[in-house]
């Protein structure tokens, strides 16, 4: 596939410190279902975390790290859920009235695409909840881990001139919590069968093709389905304030130029330097698939980072 991506960064706030996720703590211990973490809405940062001091060049901004934004509000209805048990999460979009807002433009697809994640990055969903009539969204959803996760909402209002936001509140997830380190980088995961490979570098400032070649017991998969109105679906997340990126391919499936594979490619800035975890949606067979990459932007791997990760249990946890 040709076509390069070009990438949406949402506006908002540029953070802060990277290096280990964020986590409940450094023991092994309960989260009780009363408890929910503390804010992480608004954040300030050094030099380096709101510009590259690698390209010269002013950093894209990026989202999700306000519960705010634009006179739109993410009302979490949901802050706490119980590990491995299935159960609805509820929010609604606010505006600045305080009314839930019921008008959303359609983009890729969806009225609204939901993200969460963990603060270390080892599990990931992407939703589509259902919006009922009063503008309150649900979709049942079951993670398997105790600890503080992340929620994203990906939207653009109804209205002329709204700019598309991701907005972010956090979620308590309760149990036993069991401290996961942030998966070593890689640049083939496996999930389901299926093996990806990730050519070419994540830059602060600076625009890079990233290119996710699909394969599948070592013969290249050359007829990748349509989701979400593409071939492939990337979301970018920094580890430490998890900053979100979210990324489509130019081309559409069908237009006579967009190829089905085996190669989906990327142009991507990142907004500084860090560690990025990287999740990949592509559909097969009618199902959807995600693979999950650990990726380093301005920073050298230097065997005291190294020290810090341990390989990843798993391709990374998913749900559509």
């Known amino acids: 596939m040709h076509a390069g991506l070009k990438i949406t960064a949402f506006a908002a706030a540029l953070a802060a410190t990277f290096g280990t996720a964020y986590g409940v703590g450094q023991g092994v211990g309960p989260v009780t279902e009363g408890e929910t973490p503390a804010r992480h809405d608004a954040h300030t940062g050094d030099s380096e975390s709101a ?19 634009n006179g739109y509000t993410l009302d979490l209805r949901t802050p706490r859920l119980a590990a491995g048990r299935t159960a609805d999460l509820r929010f609604a979009i606010r ?10 433009r359609r983009e890729h697809d969806k009225e609204l695409h939901l993200i969460v994640a963990s ?9 589509h909840p259902t919006r009922a009539a009063d503008g309150t969204w649900s979709i049942p959803v079951s993670l398997p881990r105790a600890g503080d996760y992340r929620v994203f909402a990906d939207f653009t209002p109804e209205k002329k001139g709204a700019e598309t936001l991701t907005l972010g509140a956090d979620l308590a997830v309760s149990g036993t919590y069991a401290p996961q380190n942030l998966p070593a980088p890689n640049t083939t995961a496996t999930t389901e069968g299926y093996e990806v490979k990730l050519g070419g570098a994540l830059r602060p400032g600076a625009a890079r093709e990233l290119k996710l070649t699909v394969s599948r017991n070592g013969r290249p998969v050359t007829d990748l389905q ?9 979301v970018a997340l920094r580890s430490g304030d998890l900053a979100y990126l979210h990324v489509h391919p130019g081309g559409e499936p069908g237009d006579g130029s967009t190829e089905s594979g085996p190669d989906i490619s990327f142009t991507a800035t990142a907004p500084s330097s860090g560690t990025y975890r990287l999740f990949l949606d592509f559909k097969h067979e009618g199902k959807v698939h995600t693979a999950a990459f650990t990726v380093r932007a301005g920073m050298a791997a230097t065997g005291e980072e190294a020290s810090e990760e341990a390989p990843h249990e798993s391709s990374g946890e998913h749900g559509h």
């Open 95 to 104: 505006g600045e009235d305080g009314r839930a807002v019921t008008a959303f």
């Open 226 to 234: 349509p989701y979400l109105g593409a071939y492939g679906h990337l």
């Open 51 to 69: 510009t590259s001091g690698h390209s010269g060049h002013e950093s894209p901004p990026a989202g999700g790290l306000q519960i705010s934004e």
């Open 119 to 127: 603060r270390d990055l080892n599990t990931y969903r992407h939703l």
